[in-house]
């Protein structure tokens, strides 16, 4: 029989901040971590802003033995680190209370900031203006002078696996996806699936990344998906509003530790919430788009919902629907936002005006490949505190995204009966779709 799985640590990086009540708090005061960006000169990108991670410091999170194992990390690992040993710390593991073969990871790990000033220099010394051609030698010649090896090494996207196995003692199934926007979620759903069928007692999972460089920006700058509110960048990132434009860049890391109720129980953990279903589903259909109706997403949605065993066209006892609240994924670009609130109608059809909706990327900006971790906790602090977090920036309803997206202000469910149950979607550019479902522990 598939095994019960619980959530029994979480630990994160934000532009909110690291501290797990801290940013909980923030997000529900409608707190924006929108600004200009302070890492590079972007005074010449059509969007010069960006949700930063600021003042942080690993040296916070690990002793100076610890820090010199990891020295020469990028950022993207630097934030898995600190939100694993947050998760860590939560949950009370103990080396010895499992054996490394049963203990894995699996994260949506993020490539790496590249060594950008170098290796731009690199490109400028190798080019031969006259042959109007890269001369390959001059070029080897100034990467062997300009280039480090060991900071190229961690720009790959397996560099926080590594790292986070190797300080945690993850001897079990260790894996990387690079699914975009929906592999923090699919990574957590992928890691669930593994306790289930038995392969591992207990899993370190979540996502990390950092794309504000000036290649990251640029590209997605190129793609037109990012919001262009120079003059405004707190509320840049409006999902679901009418006069929306695009994304805000994020960065930052989540990490859950997940355990089998049965490994959880034996060692006197306390579960704060169980997972109960996950979706994963393909659009197959551009690499540019989005399926028009949504499908994929629906699909998705209905897998996790029907692994929970949830019908969720069936009102609970109480008569609410059987979803207190939905974590959008949300991003704040005229496509996305349509297309998920057709796929969320598709799925629970006339309840699904009756269900609170909303996106914490309206203050956290996207986090990419981490965002889907981030926001799945965010659910479990739902559940925890039977508050939801606001849509911030909402205030033009558009006529195709007409459900119930908590605009402007955190709601209070206790006195309706608290959040039991919820969902967070991670919708990944290219039509990768992900879901996982997420139950009050009993």
């Known amino acids: 029989m598939p095994r019960r799985v619980v959530i029994t640590g979480m630990g994160w990086v934000t532009p909110l901040g690291d501290d797990l009540e801290t940013v909980w708090r923030r997000l529900l005061a409608g707190e924006s971590a929108i600004g200009p960006v302070t890492?590079?000169?972007?005074?010449?990108?059509?969007?010069n802003f960006a949700a930063e991670v600021r003042d942080f410091s690993l040296d916070r999170h690990f002793d100076a033995s610890m820090l010199a194992r990891h020295a020469s990390t990028g950022l993207q690992t630097q934030y898995a680190l600190a939100a694993a040993q947050r998760a860590w710390v939560q949950a009370g593991l103990a080396r010895d209370q499992i054996p490394a073969h049963r203990f894995g990871i699996y994260l949506g790990g993020g490539e790496g900031p590249p060594d950008f000033v170098h290796f731009v220099a690199t490109n400028l010394a190798g080019w031969n203006p006259e042959l109007r051609r890269t001369d390959a030698a001059a070029w080897f010649r100034a990467a062997r002078e300009m280039l480090?090896?060991?900071?190229?090494?961690?720009?790959?996207?397996?560099?926080?696996?590594?790292?986070?196995?190797?300080?945690?003692?993850?001897?079990?199934?260790?894996?990387?996806?690079?699914?975009?926007?929906?592999?923090?979620?699919?990574?957590?759903?992928?890691?669930?699936?593994?306790?289930?069928?038995?392969?591992?007692?207990?899993?370190?999972?979540?996502?990390?990344?950092?794309?504000?460089?000036?290649?990251?920006?640029?590209g997605f700058i190129r793609l037109t998906a990012m919001s262009r509110r120079r003059e405004t960048?707190?509320?840049?990132?409006?999902?679901?509003?009418?006069?929306?434009?695009?994304?805000?860049?994020?960065?930052?890391?989540?990490?859950?530790?997940?355990?089998?109720?049965?490994?959880?129980?034996?060692?006197?953990?306390?579960?704060?919430?169980?997972?109960?279903?996950?979706?994963?589903?393909?659009?197959?259909?551009?690499?540019?788009?989005?399926?028009?109706?949504?499908?994929?997403?629906?699909?998705?949605m209905a897998q996790a919902l029907r692994q929970a065993g949830i019908n969720p066209r069936e009102p609970g006892a109480d008569g609410r629907p059987p979803v207190h609240y939905i974590s959008a994924h949300g991003t704040g670009t005229p496509e996305n936002d349509g297309i998920e609130t057709a796929a969320v109608k598709g799925v629970f059809g006339p309840l699904a005006p009756q269900i609170p909706f909303s996106s914490v990327k309206s203050m956290l900006g996207h986090l990419i490949q981490a965002a889907g971790a981030v926001e799945l906790m965010t659910c479990v602090l739902a559940i925890k505190t039977g508050c939801v977090p606001p849509t911030i920036n909402l205030h033009e309803a558009d006529p195709r995204c007409d459900l119930d997206y908590v605009p402007g202000r955190a709601r209070d469910l206790n006195p309706s009966g608290g959040v039991q149950v919820c969902i967070s979607n991670g919708f990944g550019f290219g039509g990768q779709n992900d879901c996982v479902c997420v139950k009050r522990f009993e």
């Open 148 to 218: 480090d090896p060991r900071i190229d090494v961690e720009q790959e996207p397996h560099a926080a696996v590594t790292h986070v196995a190797d300080a945690f003692g993850c001897g079990g199934p260790g894996l990387n996806c690079m699914t975009a926007c929906a592999a923090g979620t699919q990574a957590v759903g992928e890691a669930f699936e593994i306790i289930r069928r038995g392969d591992a007692d207990a899993m370190l999972a979540g996502g990390t990344h950092s794309m504000i460089h000036p290649l990251g920006m640029t």
């Open 233 to 300: 960048p707190q509320t840049a990132s409006r999902p679901f509003d009418r006069t929306r434009d695009g994304f805000v860049m994020g960065e930052g890391a989540g990490v859950l530790v997940l355990e089998s109720l049965e490994h959880a129980l034996d060692r006197g953990a306390t579960p704060l919430a169980e997972l109960a279903g996950y979706g994963s589903t393909a659009d197959a259909f551009r690499i540019t788009d989005i399926q028009p109706e949504g499908f994929g997403a629906q699909a998705a």
């Open 39 to 47: 890492r590079f000169n972007g005074a010449t990108f059509a969007t």
